[in-house]
């Protein structure tokens, strides 16, 4: 027999394993210092308490036979499609329940669409990236072309009309940078990808963390229905990473190569996944509650709060970034034309601070490094303290 051949095309994934490395050496060697940790992107806080509720009840209909649940709708039960759809209302989208496929998150959705397209497809990704796009292209077999994303452009890549691509990943808030796209901005690549019967990807993972008047869906912006899937989650909206759920939308009306895109999409989750269990889809409902929705508003402040104290540093360094406005994400050039690997190497020995170097998320990324607004408040004043302390 013979493997996928494909995967001898990925570049080992040595970004976290590297860093792990760096760490724990540098921790072997000075055991009494204390090292902080701004470089995950986990959340810390747990989930909010009508949450729990709803998951414990959900638990319990299971220990009964009135109120037993056993394999759910490969779509996710309809009241928890139509909590989404309400929500999306909220922020003036018009989007029905049966567009909304419930899923166990926005990696299986984003690594598993692949599944509906031709490998002959030429993809698009922003560069840097989040590297889901890339490796799940790459065991298909597909080609992937990378559009600069780069301090000129604010880290917000637009279509080149002298480039054709079948496949666009935008990820807006984006991770790595934090950059988001405007509807303007948005609206371009919506045209772009309808002028070359393309299809957008649009990961929307972070879109609660936006507060500037921006797009929380690409789904706000004209002419989308025609050439967009996108992806939400609810790991960080409401800190489902370890509980596991998220949703897609597929306009029913969108169409390629003969054939409707949502129909593919259930065919293929039909074939490959059994839902989300009672418990998860009971506690995802919650969130969408307007109790839910108060709590989780909560915790994403304080994350957002913590992205507030590191950009207000970086201001005051002087220091170029994007992010941390409308995202959990803050991107920054590294100081005095550091590469990633030395500014990461400088923070680690001489403020005994974690970050994640840029150069991990693609080549545009050499030269950056990302923070991240998911640890504890405390901790993330004393490493802004201690960064300030070095670099001032
Ligand atoms: N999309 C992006 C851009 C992410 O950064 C992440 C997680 O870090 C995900 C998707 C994964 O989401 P989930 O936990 O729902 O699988």
Redesign the pocket.
Known sequence: MKINQNFDELVPNYLFAEIAKRVNDYQKNNPEKDIIRLGI?DVTLPLAPVVIEAMKKGADDLAAKETFKGYPDYEGYAFVREAVAEYYKSFGVDISPDEILISD????D?GNIGDIFDKDNTVLVTDPV?P?YVDSNIMAGRKIIYADCNKENGFKALPDESVKADIIYL?SPN?PTGAAYTADELKLWIDYADKNSAIILY?A??EAFISEDLPRSIFAVEGARKCCIE?C????TAG??GT?C?YTVIPKELERDGHNIYKLWYRRQATKFNGVSWPVQCAAAAVFSEEGQKQIKENINYYKKNGEIIAAALDELGIFYTGGKNSPYIWLECPDGMGSWEFFDLLLTKANVVGTPGAGFGKNGEGFFRLTSFGDRDKTIEAIDRIKAILA
């Open positions: 992107g998150g926005a990696k299986s984003c989040y889901v990820c991770n990961d993972a972070y992806f989650s609810l790991s960080k489902f990473t596991r998220g």
